[in-house]
C-alpha cells in the first residue's frame, strides 16, 4: 500500500529552528509537496520538489531524497504565526495525491 | 489571487437528508477536486474532475456524487446523509499547465450529520 508518515505533534520556541519529517512508499514519484494549514482555515502551497537536494524560500527550505523515500521541511526563525499543521503529500505513478496526516506545530514564546 | 469559495462553512444536517455542498472558482481552472479531512487521516480523494461535465471517482467515492456543469462550479452531493459522514470538506482547484500542479483550497465546509 501507499503510506505517508509524519510525526503528528510537534513543539518549537519562537525564534528557533525546527524540522519537520516526512516518509513516504508509494507506486512511483511525481513530486512531494507541502502545504501549511492553519487552524480552520484552507491548506496552502508551500514547496514543491521533484529532483534531489534542498529548496529554499525565505525562511522556509525543503529538502527531497527520492532513494531514502525522505523528505523534511526546515522552518528557521520560528515565529507565533508558524503554529499551524504542516502537510507532506507525493505525487504517485498515476499523479494522484498522497497525503500525510499532517504535523501540528506549536509554537512557545 | 486564486479564490475558491465554499458555499458553507458549517452545516447540521439530520441522517437520510440531502446535502448539497457547493465551491466556486474564479481562475479559470480545469481541475477541481473534493477532499474530506478527518482527524489522524491524510486528505482523502472524493471525486474530482478535469473538464465540464467530466467526473471521476477518487479512494472514497461510496455515498457521494458530483456535479460540474459549468467551469467554475463543482459541486458535492451526499444522498442521504449518515453519520460517518460527519468531516471537513475540502474543495480545490488546479491549473494542469503548471509544473507543480499546485492545489489552491476553499476554507471548508464542517459538515456534521446528526
Known amino acids: 500500500g501507499q503510506n505517508i508518515d509524519q510525526p503528528t505533534e510537534m513543539t518549537a520556541t519562537e525564534g528557533a529552528i525546527v524540522q519537520i519529517n516526512c516518509t513516504y512508499q508509494?507506486?512511483?514519484?511525481?513530486?512531494l509537496f507541502w502545504y501549511q494549514q492553519h487552524a480552520g482555515e484552507a491548506p496552502t502551497f508551500l514547496s514543491y520538489?521533484?529532483l534531489d537536494g534542498l529548496e529554499e524560500k525565505g525562511r522556509f527550505s525543503s529538502f527531497l531524497s527520492r532513494s531514502k523515500g525522505y523528505s523534511y521541511l526546515l522552518l528557521k526563525e520560528l515565529q507565533m504565526k508558524d503554529s499551524a499543521s504542516y502537510l507532506c503529500?507525493?505525487?504517485?505513478?498515476?499523479?494522484?495525491?498522497?497525503w500525510g496526516a499532517g504535523t501540528k506545530l506549536i509554537i512557545k514564546p | 489571487d486564486v479564490k475558491v469559495t465554499q458555499s458553507s462553512r458549517y452545516l447540521v444536517k439530520r441522517t437520510g437528508e440531502k446535502v448539497f455542498l457547493e465551491c466556486v472558482q474564479d481562475?479559470?481552472?480545469?481541475?477541481m477536486f473534493w477532499y474530506r479531512q478527518d482527524p489522524g487521516l491524510g486528505l482523502r480523494l472524493i471525486y474530482f474532475?478535469?473538464?465540464?461535465?467530466?467526473?471521476e471517482k477518487g479512494d472514497i467515492p461510496e455515498g457521494y456524487s458530483v456535479s460540474r456543469e459549468k467551469k467554475e462550479r463543482f459541486s458535492l452531493i451526499l444522498e442521504s446523509a449518515s453519520t460517518n459522514q460527519t468531516s471537513m470538506y475540502l474543495c480545490?482547484?488546479?491549473?494542469?499547465?503548471?509544473?507543480?500542479?499546485?492545489?489552491?483550497f476553499g476554507e471548508g465546509s464542517r459538515l456534521t450529520v446528526l
Open positions: 503529500a507525493v505525487k504517485d505513478s498515476n499523479y494522484q495525491l498522497i
Open positions: 520538489n521533484v
Open positions: 481562475m479559470d481552472h480545469e481541475n
Open positions: 480545490a482547484s488546479s491549473f494542469p499547465g503548471t509544473e507543480t500542479g499546485e492545489l489552491f
Open positions: 508509494t507506486s512511483g514519484f511525481n513530486g
Open positions: 474532475s478535469y473538464d465540464v461535465k467530466m467526473k
